[in-house]
């Protein structure tokens, strides 16, 4: 198949909206010779506004940022070499040797930290790794068989695959081979590098096994339902840097099929009624979340780019119905997914226990992915909520402040008698399964690019991270600059710069949790209280302003120096679960602003398993500058089951673990309540 990439024209205009899936939104690179344009395509109507035209200047994001790029990074690239990772490509280029780790999916932790890098060389270049990630992708390539085969649990010895693979090629996709789910992070990451630095060595491989996908599945091809999703989103990016439609309807293929193969339907396992791999029935008649969850939030984000690329609703119809079971039934305070520890799936409707609870991390990065999604398909702030939920507490919670010690997992509370085998209490540097560190190193450095988005003459100002943003608005150049101390504080400041006066609807997202909503269902709520009035001035001057979707609209004509101020208040809130959660009756949880709050041994006299919260608890915020790289806690006088008071300092949780072992629990029973521990 002949690749005709963008030329320099159309290829801003994709940057300007395209490849941010998956975090990616494009950068400014190199020109590319013999090139032609792309087809015109149908697009999500809101589109983001790429990472790279936005500059940090946060004290909570940059600095967890930065360690991803001097730590992270390059201890994951160090980890694929000493464990064996790249030593599968080496022998696979010479079809020589023993596998020597333990999944055949274990290529794709290069592939992802390949992507990470290429973020970050995107917006901080950097010689040294860029000439390392060149050798890297050399040796990738020279493991890819000639017909763009590139799965090196097979290559090294084809006659003594690994077990989980078969005896042949894709025999065993549907369920545990991996190969598709292979082949979409080397699509995800080929994209990334690309469009970082314009050179194609790295998508050339990519696009060589996209073509051999393209020869071998479809309508009058072969047959599958991936099992390990992500190939869907893969083939979507390359679709947009080449506009090969091929690459599009394969997407489509492997979404249509799934609901067809004959599993046993009238079974109540997972694994053979095909609920665990989503493929249980066509993902159009779906209306459940189910299965592996990791799984589940990558079709569900497959499912919404091909919505958008296509024009057919009956798809978003789908994830509409997928998205309210979810986040109204199956979803923990935090915004952790996958209760199940037995497959790393969703449970039963409200099965969401907390001494078992799993949450992979991996889970709430594609929660991000596929909220994302949802937000640029309907411009509506409950899915934005949702993602700063899960980016500031059940998200970041799965990596160290080290930068190199990690949760596969993450619990809700370890008390001491905590024996469930999946429970980490500790991070961990590395796993056998590293998918989670792999995807924060891929995740993190492409957060700037979830801030804003645009539409029309709409400017959307989604996440308070304080920095500068280049966007267009009609035409007109527009700098945004923010100020904040967020999430600690919530007077947030905005200067509007544009070139020239320009007509503008600035959009500012009005928190869930500002406008008393827990969470967008009714599965959480807020215990009644003082929340305080958001307060909204344009140059000094208190504003009427509308509210649309969970927005703060102003329209007006923006000239340069224009101030916005917007005061967010952040009482300290107590939140309780819905009936249907036993596991949280008689007990509440503790928030301020975004952050989830979690009392930790290391802060505590007593043991948090000892504590008892008075009705209406008083707790007062306060900054600790020295704890954690600096956090607010919350401090207050509290009960203990053994009679007694003592003062009580809880942290976010998204910073437990990281002090060594010991107690810590997210949800406090409260004193005269019946419930159950």
């Given at each position: 198949m002949m690749h005709s990439l963008m030329n320099n024209k159309y290829r801003a205009a994709l940057l300007s909206c395209a490849l941010l899936f998956g975090g990616w939104a494009g950068a400014q690179v190199a020109p590319v010779t013999q090139v032609a344009p792309a087809a015109p395509m149908k697009d999500y109507p809101i589109r983001p506004v790429p990472f790279t035209a936005v500059k940090l200047d946060d004290h909570f994001w940059l600095p967890r940022i930065e360690t991803n790029r001097v730590v992270t990074i390059p201890a994951s690239f160090a980890r694929c070499e000493n464990t064996g990772r790249v030593k599968n490509f080496e022998m696979a280029a010479v079809r020589k040797g023993k596998f020597c780790t333990k999944y055949p999916f274990d290529d794709t932790d290069i592939y992802k930290t390949i992507e990470g890098a290429s973020y970050s060389l995107a917006v901080h270049p950097d010689r040294v790794l860029a000439k390392y990630v060149d050798s890297l992708i050399t040796i990738v390539g020279k493991a890819q068989e000639p017909d763009g085969y590139l799965y090196t649990a097979r290559t090294i010895d084809s006659l003594h695959p690994h077990p989980w693979s078969g005896m042949d090629r894709w025999v065993k996709e549907n369920e545990l081979s991996h190969e598709l789910y292979n082949s979409g992070?080397?699509?995800?990451?080929?994209?990334?590098?690309?469009?970082?630095?314009?050179?194609?060595?790295?998508?050339?491989?990519a696009l060589k096994n996209a073509d051999l996908l393209v020869r071998t599945f479809g309508p009058d091809k072969r047959h599958v339902a991936p099992g390990h999703e992500i190939?869907?989103?893969?083939?979507?990016?390359?679709?947009?840097?080449?506009?090969?439609?091929?690459?599009?309807?394969?997407?489509?293929?492997?979404?249509?099929?799934?609901?067809?193969?004959?599993?046993?339907r009238s079974s109540t396992d997972e694994w053979k009624n095909g609920m665990y791999w989503q493929d249980d029935e066509p993902v159009v008649d779906q209306d459940e979340a189910e299965g592996h969850a990791v799984r589940a939030m990558y079709l569900y984000s497959g499912i919404a780019d091909v919505a958008a690329l296509t024009g057919d609703t009956i798809y978003i119809h789908a994830i509409d119905r997928i998205w309210n079971n979810m986040v109204g039934k199956k979803i923990y305070v935090q915004g952790g997914i996958g209760a199940v520890g037995n497959g790393e799936r969703f449970g039963a409707d409200y099965e969401l226990p907390n001494t078992t609870a799993y949450n992979e991390t991996c889970a709430s990065v594609g929660e991000v992915f596929w909220n994302q999604r949802m937000f640029l398909l309907h411009g509506d702030s409950k899915y934005i909520d949702l993602l700063e939920k899960?980016?500031?507490?059940?998200?970041?919670?799965?990596?160290?402040?080290?930068?190199?010690?990690?949760?596969?997992?993450?619990?809700?509370?370890?008390?001491?008698?905590?024996?469930?085998?999946?429970?980490?209490?500790?991070?961990?540097?590395?796993?056998?399964?590293?998918?989670?560190?792999?995807?924060?190193?891929?995740?993190?450095?492409?957060?700037?690019?979830?801030?804003?988005?645009?539409?029309?003459d709409r400017l959307y100002v989604n996440l308070f991270i304080a920095g500068t943003a280049d966007v267009k608005i009609g035409g007109k150049a527009v700098r945004i600059t923010q100020v904040n101390d967020y999430p600690w504080k919530g007077d947030l400041h905005f200067t509007v710069d544009p070139v020239s006066p320009v007509r503008m609807d600035l959009r500012l997202r009005l928190p869930g949790w500002v406008r008393s909503e827990a969470i967008p269902s009714g599965l959480y709520e807020y215990v009644p209280g003082i929340s305080g009035d958001v307060v909204l001035k344009v140059n000094g001057k208190e504003v009427e302003y509308k509210q649309e979707k969970g927005y703060a609209v102003i329209g007006r004509t923006w000239k340069k120096g224009d101030r916005v101020e917007l005061t967010l208040p952040m009482p300290v809130r107590e939140v309780v679960a819905n009936d249907s959660l036993k596991d949280d009756l008689g007990k509440v949880a503790l928030q301020r602003g975004p952050i989830m709050y979690a009392a930790e041994w290391k802060d505590n006299v007593t043991e948090v398993s000892n504590m008892v919260l008075p009705s209406m608890v008083k707790l007062s915020p306060v900054f600790e500058p020295?704890?954690?790289?600096?956090?607010?806690?919350?401090?207050?006088?509290?009960?203990?089951?053994?009679?007694?008071?003592?003062?009580?300092?809880?942290?976010?949780?998204?910073?437990?673990?990281?002090?060594?072992?010991?107690?810590?629990?997210?949800?406090?029973?409260?004193?005269g309540a019946a419930h159950v521990e």
């Open positions: 992070h080397l699509f995800e990451a080929a994209s990334a590098h690309y469009l970082a630095t314009g050179e194609r060595h790295f998508l050339d491989i190939v869907e989103m893969g083939l979507v990016r390359l679709y947009r840097i080449t506009g090969q439609k091929e690459y599009l309807d394969l997407a489509k293929f492997f979404i249509d099929e799934r609901g067809h193969r004959a599993y046993d899960v980016l500031y507490n059940g998200l970041i919670s799965g990596v160290g402040l080290d930068g190199k010690s990690f949760f596969y997992t993450n619990a809700m509370q370890v008390v001491k008698d905590s024996s469930y085998p999946d429970l980490e209490k500790t991070r961990s540097g590395w796993f056998e399964c590293s998918c989670c560190p792999t995807n924060i190193a891929r995740f993190l450095p492409s957060l700037p690019g979830y801030i804003y988005a645009g539409q029309g020295g704890l954690l790289h600096g956090v607010m806690v919350l401090k207050g006088a509290v009960g203990k089951k053994d009679g007694g008071s003592v003062e009580m300092t809880v942290i976010p949780y998204c910073d437990w673990a990281n002090r060594g072992e010991g107690e810590m629990r997210l949800w406090f029973p409260v004193e």
